[in-house]
């Protein structure tokens, strides 16, 4: 698989530029996902006693001048090949399975892409940042993520990596300031937290690097 060409633009810094989150309900056009998810999250809120709450997946729009692109992570799709931007593909349940189109996932960096179920989005487009640099750094690494399994906890970050974890992982790697972005109220984003645990990861050793050879 090749990654799609890479984003070029100039004078960046005064580019009219934005990242936009989406929150998208868990299952949104799915039924039988949206069933599965109330499942996991009723037996997780039991486990943990506290009370259920909505789950959300998240995915992100980025635009640096005259171009847009779509970030999200989603099941490989079969069917016509469409260029849908994919920077990247990784294994969903087990390294082993995803030998399998049908056990993996993949990363775009879609150009004009679309949002599935953008209609259903949950509070609005959330305005992470206008910042060109920010912008330009977000869509530099998109095909820099790790590909951990989906559904595992292979990093050892207390939770699963998936869909949200890519979301924290860019927009942590970036440079942007995570303190204030939740999901919606009463609801839940599943492998946030393991995204922003193996962005901090990559960023200390970075400036590890960096001290360490100055």
Not at 14 to 25: E, G, I, K, Q
Not at 139 to 165: C, F, I, K, Q, Y
Not at 169 to 180: I, K, T
Request: proline letters at 7%; one cysteine or more.
């Amino acid at each position: 698989m090749m990654p799609s060409s890479p984003v070029q633009v100039r004078d960046e810094a005064s580019l009219p530029a934005d990242v936009t989150l989406y929150w998208l309900p868990l299952g949104a056009g799915g039924h039988c996902i949206r069933l599965n998810g109330r499942i996991f999250e009723a037996l997780q809120a039991r486990h943990q006693h506290r009370p259920g709450r909505d789950l959300y997946h998240s995915a992100l729009q980025v635009r640096l001048g005259a171009q847009r692109f779509v970030i999200e992570m989603t099941p490989v799709l079969g069917g016509l090949h469409t260029d849908r931007g994919v920077v990247r593909e990784g294994p969903v349940g087990a390294r082993l399975l995803g030998r399998s189109p049908l056990f993996r996932y993949e990363i775009r960096r879609w150009r004009d892409g679309t949002i599935p179920d953008l209609a259903e989005a949950v509070a609005g487009p959330h305005l992470v940042s206008a910042d060109a640099t920010r912008a330009r750094e977000v869509l530099r690494l998109a095909p820099l993520v790790p590909t951990l399994v989906w559904g595992r906890d292979e990093a050892r970050t207390g939770e699963m990596w998936n869909s949200n974890s890519l979301t924290a992982w860019l927009l942590a790697a970036s440079g942007h300031r995570m303190e204030n972005i939740r999901p919606p109220a009463h609801g839940r984003a599943p492998g946030w937290q393991a995204g922003l645990v193996v962005a901090a990861r990559r960023n200390a050793f970075r400036h590890h690097r960096a001290t360490s050879s100055g």
